[in-house]
């Protein structure tokens, strides 16, 4: 059995330093990064995302509320706070930056095999996100 938190936090460290090169020490060939109506295979997908939402939020924190961890299973709750400062892409179109700050709450569930993420079904509330920034 792994120990997830610190896979969690080891990713979320490279994520939020931008370090995308090391996202494959932490992800599997084939990891399924699943947003509502997204879902990305592989490191490079997963990086093309991050790399967008960085741009439209260069900022972007998060802060885990709650977690729990049971075999290669982890859950949590967490809160994503940032500035809006670049255009944020939508099934609509980019929604130019606005300057506003941003919290955003999530509830992901991941799955790890041989010590990677296999998967990271995230759902975010979008609809709080686009609100704060009038999208």
């Known amino acids: 059995m792994a120990n997830i938190k610190q896979l969690m936090d ?4 490279i ?14 060939d084939t990891t399924e990064f699943r947003l509502p109506g997204q879902t ?5 997908q997963f990086r093309g995302l991050c790399e967008a939402w960085w ?3 260069p ?3 998060h802060k885990i509320a709650s977690e729990i961890e049971i075999g290669d299973t982890y859950a ?14 939508s099934p609509t179109g980019d929604i130019p930056a606005t300057g506003k700050p941003v919290q955003m709450t999530s509830c992901d569930y991941i ?13 975010p ?3 709080g996100l686009l609100a704060q920034i009038g999208g």
């Open 15 to 28: 994520i939020e330093s931008k370090r995308w090169d090391q996202l494959k020490d932490v992800f599997t």
């Open 111 to 123: 799955t790890v095999k041989d010590g990677r993420i296999a998967t990271w079904h995230a759902y």
């Open 55 to 57: 741009s439209a939020f």
């Open 40 to 44: 990305t295979r592989g490191v490079d």
């Open 10 to 13: 080891k990713t979320w460290d």
């Open 125 to 127: 509330d979008m609809m």
């Open 59 to 61: 900022d972007l924190r």
């Open 76 to 89: 949590c709750g967490l809160v994503m706070v940032g500035t809006h400062k670049g255009p944020m892409r």
